[in-house]
């Protein structure tokens, strides 16, 4: 079984301020990593996703996350934030990126002009 | 490429009744997952269909079915509607043969409304 905890449900943020947006997860296997956006009224953008290799992965918009495996997290971070980063973030596991996705609870990001 | 598109956008029922959504996948794709999505919370996994067969499924009670078609698009049914089942029901696609790492992409969801 595995599963997702995302520490904060709420992150107020200022604009241009630093970000980091915090998830653990579960699993007896091994698993694929990913972050999700959802803008209001609107479905799930993948953001990034660890499968293997470096353990740092990045986004197109400056979005990173690290997947660290002796502390079970791959929390999300960036440097500088602006208003169209208000959304909610959902970190997933999967055993393969074609099973099921087991998400979090989601962290509201509201970005403070 | 229009993507994963869902029907309809926003649906109404009362308890008791039955409903179906309805879900095209991505091109190239032959898989399709079912998502429920309550408000403040995060999506929960229903099921998913590959070669129009049941291939996971959830914690959902029976009343909870669904349906893959030869050209991979999907449906997913809900009988005897309880208020609980209020929620934006997320569909996404996958492709199997693109191995096990390949993502899976989401519809922009159908919102039910049970009273």
């Known amino acids: 079984a595995q599963s997702v905890t995302q520490l904060d449900s709420q992150v107020p943020v200022f604009e241009e301020a630093p970000v980091e947006l915090r998830c653990n997860y579960s699993?007896?296997?091994?698993?694929?990593l990913f972050w999700y956006v959802q803008y209001p009224n609107q479905g799930l953008q993948l953001l990034l996703k660890?499968?293997?290799?470096?353990?740092l992965v990045e986004s197109i918009n400056g979005f990173e996350a690290e997947f660290n495996k002796s502390q079970t997290s791959f929390h999300l971070r960036k440097p500088s934030v602006h208003i169209s980063d208000t959304a909610e973030y959902f970190c997933?596991?999967?055993?393969?990126?074609?099973?099921?996705?087991?998400f979090g609870t989601g962290t509201r990001l509201t970005i403070i002009p | 490429d229009a993507g994963v598109t869902q029907s309809p956008t926003h649906l109404i029922k009362t308890r008791g009744q039955q409903v179906t959504l309805r879900c095209s996948p991505k091109?190239?794709?032959?898989?399709v997952s079912w998502y429920q999505q309550a408000l403040g919370q995060g999506p929960q996994f229903i099921f998913q269909?590959?070669?129009?067969?049941?291939?996971q499924r959830g914690n959902f009670p029976d009343r909870f079915s669904g349906h893959q078609f030869p050209n991979y698009s999907s449906e997913l049914n809900v009988n005897a509607l309880l208020l609980g089942d209020s929620a934006l029901y997320l569909c996404?696609?996958?492709?199997?043969?693109?191995?096990?790492?390949?993502?899976?992409?989401f519809g922009p969801g159908t919102r039910l409304t049970v009273l």
């Open positions: 996404a696609s996958s492709s199997i043969a693109g191995g096990r790492g390949n993502e899976q992409f």
């Open positions: 699993s007896s296997v091994s698993v694929y």
């Open positions: 660890y499968l293997s290799g470096s353990t």
């Open positions: 997933a596991v999967s055993a393969s990126g074609n099973e099921k996705l087991t």
């Open positions: 091109s190239g794709h032959d898989t």
């Open positions: 269909y590959y070669e129009e067969e049941e291939r």
